[in-house]
């Protein structure tokens, strides 16, 4: 019914930018907050940054100051810029939306399939 396909993941070197992408597709009426977290072997999935359909963002302490998380809802896509990347930023981030596909339906969260991140020399 709804899809999330993210892009731009990749290999960068420490001290590098990369841009992730996530655009949600299918039967969407209306697409709420959106976020990207990341997760690592061995350790729980945590948050990166999450955006309101009204563009208020929050931010992990981790990526304050070097991530930026921005949407365009024309697309229903969510951007993460990701400057001065460091090694222990490489990890699968994968977003999520809220989204309803009918009024009679409530809410409910899809996740994208996520895209690998790695930050190395």
């Known amino acids: 019914q709804v899809q999330l396909v993210e892009s731009g993941g990749g290999l960068v070197q420490p001290g590098g930018s990369l841009r992730l992408s996530c655009a949600a597709s299918?039967?969407?009426?209306?697409?709420?907050?959106m976020g990207w977290y990341r997760q690592t072997p061995g350790k729980q999935r945590e948050l990166v940054a999450t955006?309101?359909?009204?563009?208020?963002?929050n931010y992990a302490d981790s990526v304050k100051g070097r991530f930026t998380i921005s949407r365009d809802n024309a697309k229903n896509t969510v951007y993460l810029q990701m400057n001065s990347l460091k090694p222990e930023d490489t990890a699968v981030y994968s977003c999520?939306?809220?989204?309803?596909?009918?009024?009679?339906?409530?809410?409910?969260?899809?996740w994208g399939q996520g895209t690998q991140v790695t930050v190395s020399s």
């Open positions: 999520n939306a809220e989204v309803t596909t009918s009024w009679v339906i409530p809410r409910h969260l899809y």
């Open positions: 299918g039967s969407i009426l209306r697409v709420y907050d």
């Open positions: 955006i309101t359909s009204a563009a208020s963002t």
